[in-house]
């Protein structure tokens, strides 16, 4: 990789701005209450929501990851951002989110528990955490620690891992959504600051844009690829990534929390769709970089290497801490968040059922001492990742396998008021018994070539259908019960005679046609 090259100057500008942010983090912490630790207050403006969306999304594991994953197979890895992000968005504003603030919710399994029962809800809930263990957590300590290693080669990978799981936790634990939030906000901004001046730096050194394209391997430059293509196959465009997007999107806990934490259901939505534009700004500065960079460095023998590789070798003495700085605000935004909706998760729906009538103060001390234990967890199990070969892949092959059984759970929650408890429980058990057994026994089967997108809507075809037959197999829930929580024509005519008069750049529905409007040229452009 070569030397990094630091100058004095350099470590100065991060330390200053690690002590700054963690200072800004304690500043801005809330507990004073349950719903202040772990949803800001329920206050947030729309653009404190959107930018600590796209703060979450833009993680160190996606700036190592998009760019290394662009290297390697091109830029069909952004139909994540597109088909992933763009529809499935837009979808959750006109159908789900009114319902979460309708019944002032905190977590998404409580959700499940109002539509369905409790069963649901402490399922969902340690699955959540789970993956977000496992994945989301651990995937961003290790991406933080592969870049930091290469600052600090003389410090143990390990030790590496646990100063960022110390550093994200500390604000974190202390201060709650509202610390994590504002902190993003000035992380966001960093980021894109920071990126912007990388693949300035990184195109002008290899010839320009002309020069890029024109050098791009045949289809590296295009969104739609062969059925066959090792990355993003056309199919999975339409079939996979909206289904693994609005799991994302709609029923993460890390992202969906954001949107509750908004003073109302407009700020909310405004907020999600500022997160889908910004969308765009991943590919500009986190994507193509990774196509200018085969130009550069043509024979890295494992894509995720490019991004550390431009950062260190390309950038001039001065330069490297800023764009350092942007890579540790995008690890530990995603950290942050997704520390704090654990922490919610394992209070919320796991501590308060073993131990009813704790009180405001006692769920704060309780989502303290819980989030100790989930990043310990986490820091313990990061270095196995690197056995994947991508990043990408090692995160986006688990949300495969794993997201499907809940997105049929909740989509029939929502529009079927047939569906019962039993069919919601038994349909995310067994799907994910199908999901674990096509993981680990898919080389068995004829399957084993596939690409693991594939998989994904088999998944959520086989989960659908269990729900259904044992929903049908089981007597109704009661009118009254599920009212609150199945969508119907009425509450959309409801929504659009709240709209009537509202200036048009108001008007969520006429910002979201915009923003797919936007998405269809992109992709026409960019096939």
Same mark, same amino acid.
């Given at each position: 990789?070569?030397?990094?090259?630091?100058?004095?100057?350099?470590?100065?500008?991060?330390?200053?701005?690690?002590?700054?942010?963690?200072?800004?983090?304690?500043?801005?912490?809330?507990?004073?209450?349950?719903?202040?630790?772990?949803?800001?207050?329920?206050?947030?403006?729309?653009?404190?929501?959107?930018?600590?969306?796209?703060?979450?999304?833009?993680?160190?594991?996606?700036?190592?990851?998009?760019? /290394?994953?662009?290297?390697?197979?091109?830029?069909?890895?952004? #139909?994540?951002?597109?088909?992933?992000?763009?529809?499935?968005?837009?979808?959750?504003?006109?159908? *789900?989110?009114?319902?979460?603030?309708?019944?002032?919710?905190?977590?998404?399994?409580?959700?499940?528990?109002?539509?369905?029962?409790? %069963?649901?809800?402490?399922?969902?809930?340690?699955?959540?955490?789970?993956?977000?263990?496992?994945?989301?957590?651990?995937?961003?300590?290790?991406?933080?620690?592969?870049?930091?290693?290469?600052?600090?080669?003389?410090? $143990?990978?390990?030790?590496?891992?646990?100063?960022?799981?110390?550093?994200?936790?500390?604000?974190?634990?202390?201060?709650?959504?509202?610390?994590?939030?504002?902190?993003?906000?000035?992380?966001?901004?960093?980021?894109?600051?920071?990126?912007?001046?990388?693949?300035?730096?990184?195109? $002008?050194?290899? /010839?320009?844009? $002309?020069?890029?394209?024109?050098?791009?391997?045949?289809?590296?430059?295009?969104?739609?690829?062969?059925?066959?293509?090792?990355?993003?196959?056309?199919?999975?465009?339409?079939?996979?990534?909206?289904?693994?997007?609005?799991?994302?999107?709609?029923?993460?806990?890390?992202?969906?929390?954001?949107?509750?934490?908004?003073?109302?259901?407009?700020?909310?939505?405004?907020?999600?769709?500022?997160?889908?534009?910004? #969308?765009?700004?991943?590919?500009?500065?986190?994507?193509?970089?990774?196509?200018?960079?085969?130009?550069?460095?043509?024979?890295?023998?494992?894509?995720?290497?490019?991004?550390?590789?431009?950062?260190?070798?390309?950038?001039?003495?001065?330069?490297?801490?800023?764009?350092?700085?942007?890579?540790?605000?995008?690890?530990?935004?995603?950290?942050?968040?997704?520390?704090?909706?654990?922490?919610?998760?394992?209070?919320?729906?796991?501590? #308060?059922? +073993? %131990?009813?009538?704790?009180?405001? %103060?006692?769920?704060?001390?309780?989502?303290?001492?819980?989030?100790?234990?989930?990043?310990?967890?986490?820091?313990?199990?990061?270095?196995?990742?690197?056995?994947?070969?991508?990043?990408?892949?090692?995160?986006?092959?688990?949300?495969?396998?794993?997201?499907?059984?809940?997105? $049929?759970?909740?989509?029939?929650?929502?529009?079927?008021?047939?569906?019962?408890?039993?069919?919601?429980?038994?349909?995310?058990?067994?799907? +994910?018994?199908?999901?674990?057994?096509?993981? *680990?026994?898919?080389?068995?089967?004829?399957?084993?070539?596939?690409?693991?997108?594939?998989?994904?809507?088999?998944?959520?075809?086989?989960?659908?259908?269990?729900?259904?037959?044992?929903?049908?197999?089981?007597?109704?829930?009661?009118?009254?019960?599920?009212?609150?929580?199945?969508?119907?024509?009425?509450?959309?005519?409801?929504?659009?005679?709240?709209?009537?008069?509202?200036?048009?750049?108001?008007?969520?529905?006429?910002?979201?046609?915009?923003?797919?409007?936007?998405?269809?040229?992109?992709?026409?452009?960019?096939?």
């Amino acid at each position: 990789m070569g030397q990094t090259n630091l100058s004095f100057i350099d470590f100065i500008v991060m330390a200053v701005y690690l002590t700054v942010i963690v200072c800004w983090g304690f500043w801005h912490s809330s507990r004073a209450s349950s719903e202040g630790y772990f949803l800001g207050g329920r206050g947030m403006p729309w653009m404190i929501v959107g930018l600590s969306m796209f703060s979450t999304l833009v993680s160190s594991s996606a700036l190592v990851g998009w760019a /290394g994953d662009a290297y390697g197979t091109g830029i069909s890895v952004f #139909n994540y951002g597109l088909s992933g992000a763009v529809l499935p968005i837009v979808f959750f504003l006109v159908f *789900f989110l009114p319902f979460y603030l309708k019944n002032k919710i905190y977590t998404l399994p409580e959700f499940l528990e109002g539509r369905y029962d409790v %069963r649901s809800r402490t399922y969902l809930s340690v699955l959540t955490i789970v993956g977000y263990i496992f994945a989301d957590l651990a995937v961003t300590l290790y991406a933080g620690a592969i870049m930091l290693h290469f600052v600090f080669p003389s410090i $143990s990978f390990n030790v590496i891992i646990w100063s960022l799981a110390l550093m994200g936790a500390s604000y974190t634990i202390v201060g709650g959504l509202a610390a994590v939030m504002w902190v993003e906000l000035v992380q966001a901004l960093v980021l894109m600051g920071g990126s912007a001046i990388l693949t300035y730096i990184t195109f $002008s050194k290899a /010839g320009g844009w $002309s020069a890029v394209m024109q050098a791009a391997p045949p289809g590296h430059l295009s969104l739609i690829r062969p059925p066959n293509d090792p990355s993003v196959p056309w199919p999975a465009i339409f079939i996979s990534l909206p289904l693994l997007g609005f799991y994302y999107w709609g029923l993460s806990q890390a992202m969906v929390q954001r949107t509750l934490s908004a003073r109302n259901v407009e700020h909310g939505r405004w907020g999600n769709l500022f997160a889908g534009g910004l #969308n765009f700004v991943v590919f500009f500065l986190m994507v193509l970089p990774g196509i200018a960079g085969r130009v550069l460095y043509p024979n890295l023998a494992k894509g995720d290497q490019i991004y550390p590789k431009l950062v260190f070798e390309m950038l001039p003495p001065g330069l490297k801490g800023l764009v350092l700085i942007g890579f540790i605000a995008a690890m530990t935004s995603v950290l942050t968040s997704t520390l704090n909706s654990a922490q919610t998760l394992l209070t919320m729906d796991i501590l #308060n059922k +073993l %131990r009813p009538g704790m009180s405001s %103060r006692q769920q704060v001390v309780a989502g303290s001492i819980s989030g100790l234990v989930i990043i310990t967890i986490a820091a313990l199990w990061s270095p196995q990742i690197q056995k994947f070969d991508s990043i990408v892949k090692y995160f986006q092959q688990l949300l495969a396998y794993m997201c499907p059984p809940v997105v $049929s759970v909740f989509l029939c929650g929502l529009f079927w008021k047939r569906a019962t408890a039993t069919g919601a429980l038994v349909g995310l058990i067994s799907g +994910l018994v199908i999901a674990i057994s096509l993981l *680990f026994g898919i080389q068995h089967t004829p399957m084993a070539n596939w690409n693991f997108l594939y998989v994904a809507p088999l998944v959520f075809v086989c989960s659908l259908g269990i729900v259904i037959l044992m929903s049908l197999a089981t007597p109704p829930p009661a009118a009254s019960k599920v009212k609150a929580y199945v969508w119907n024509l009425q509450v959309f005519r409801d929504e659009t005679k709240g709209l009537a008069g509202v200036p048009w750049f108001k008007n969520y529905r006429v910002l979201a046609v915009l923003l797919l409007a936007v998405t269809g040229v992109f992709v026409f452009v960019w096939r």
